[in-house]
């Protein structure tokens, strides 16, 4: 049984950083997609970041050149730094991933519990 657990949320002020990481543990075999998303009080959850299996990615307008999507395979793991912090950036983030997980190419997607991100002074 796979698992994502995200880290790494906090309070911080406007323009400070953050990194979020978001590790897998179980059987993994290959990586097809990671995604970041958030979600705010009162609004839908939406797409931060993501990154395909083969190392494309793609980021909400909002958050471009601020944010960073990266990840370390051999530690099963996407990791989302967060520059430039800005007050709308409050949400909870949650990591969502896909992965193969068995010799016969089953997959495996799901969600991770999400880690809160307060920007505030």
């Known amino acids: 049984q796979v698992q994502l657990v995200e880290s790494g949320g906090g309070l911080v002020q406007p323009g400070g950083s953050l990194r979020l990481s978001c590790a897998a543990s179980?059987?993994?075999?290959?990586?097809?997609?990671w995604g970041w998303f958030r979600q705010a009080p009162g609004k839908q959850r939406e797409l931060v970041a993501d990154?395909?299996?083969?190392?494309?990615?793609n980021y909400a307008d909002s958050v471009k050149g601020r944010f960073t999507i990266s990840r370390d395979n051999a530690k099963n793991t996407v990791y989302l730094q967060l520059n430039s912090l800005k007050p709308e950036d409050t949400a909870v983030y949650y990591c969502?991933?896909?992965?193969?997980?068995?010799?016969?190419?089953?997959?495996?997607w799901g969600w991770g519990q999400g880690t809160q991100v307060t920007v505030s002074s």
């Open positions: 990154l395909t299996g083969g190392g494309t990615t």
């Open positions: 179980g059987t993994i075999f290959e990586h097809n997609y």
């Open positions: 969502n991933a896909e992965f193969v997980i068995s010799e016969d190419r089953s997959t495996w």
